[in-house]
């Protein structure tokens, strides 16, 4: 199975950026870059992905290596609404088509 | 537009009974999946339909666990007999047929089961 390393938590300040990074040591070349975030007591909520170019959208920009082995989730301003576990994962064909392999998360605290 | 829809939200069962989760996914979305995610972890896929096939079930454990999913619509997974280690949030999740492993999945709020 697909297989991702992210730190078990980070913090930050409300209104301050904030870079989650993610080690993706399996990656293959077709292989899409997930995130997803999940609140207390809800579902896991999509975010951003991407494949090899750095992506942006209303929520977040997802920063991709050039090698693939790593990517970077930026939250331009934090609030205190971000709190939540983040995950990255990723997707692609052959037997892991469709298939989220979500690991531990980073639990992301947010400080008034 | 619609999200995905479970129920219950919680249920409470004594070991050995049986226990069904049910799920509707939003409204176009031809694939499914149902994930288990037990506490502080992240969730694991158990089940991904593609319509009415299962076309990767290699995660759910068959001898006490079943899912269908008629019609290419709604979903149940069925847990029979209970086990203590089945305590878990059950979260069903949908997404469009898109090729390539880009595709979002959305996931709906799961059901919290806890085995006495």
């Known amino acids: 199975d697909a297989k991702t390393t992210q730190p078990n938590s980070m913090e930050s300040n409300e209104e301050e950026p904030v870079h989650l990074p993610c080690n993706h040591s399996?990656?293959?070349?077709?292989?899409?870059i997930h995130w997803y975030r999940q609140l207390p007591s809800q579902g896991p909520e999509y975010v951003i992905h991407?494949?090899?170019s750095n992506v942006n959208n209303r929520m977040a920009s997802l920063a991709i290596a050039e090698d693939r082995k790593s990517s970077t989730l930026i939250l331009h301003r934090a609030t205190l609404r971000d709190a939540a576990v983040y995950y990255c994962?990723?997707?692609?064909?052959?037997?892991?088509?469709?298939?989220?392999?979500f690991g531990q998360g980073t639990i992301l605290t947010v400080h008034p | 537009e619609a999200g995905v829809v479970q129920s219950p939200r919680y249920k409470i069962i004594e070991k050995k009974q049986p226990v069904a989760f049910w799920c509707n996914p939003i409204?176009?979305?031809?694939?499914l999946y149902w994930y288990r995610q037990n506490l502080g972890q992240g969730p694991e896929l158990l089940i991904r339909?593609?319509?009415?096939?299962?076309?990767?079930d290699s995660q759910l454990p068959k001898d006490r666990f079943s899912a269908e999913r008629l019609k290419g619509v709604d979903s149940t997974l069925k847990i029979q007999p209970a086990e203590l280690g089945d305590s878990a949030v059950y979260l069903c999740?949908?997404?469009?047929?898109?090729?390539?492993?880009?595709?979002?999945?959305?996931f709906g709020p799961g059901t919290r089961l806890l085995v006495l």
């Open positions: 994962s990723q997707t692609g064909g052959g037997t892991s088509y469709g298939k989220l392999t």
């Open positions: 339909y593609e319509n009415e096939e299962a076309v990767d």
């Open positions: 999740a949908s997404s469009r047929v898109a090729g390539g492993g880009g595709e979002t999945q959305y």
């Open positions: 399996t990656i293959s070349g077709t292989d899409y």
């Open positions: 409204s176009g979305h031809n694939t």
């Open positions: 991407g494949l090899t």
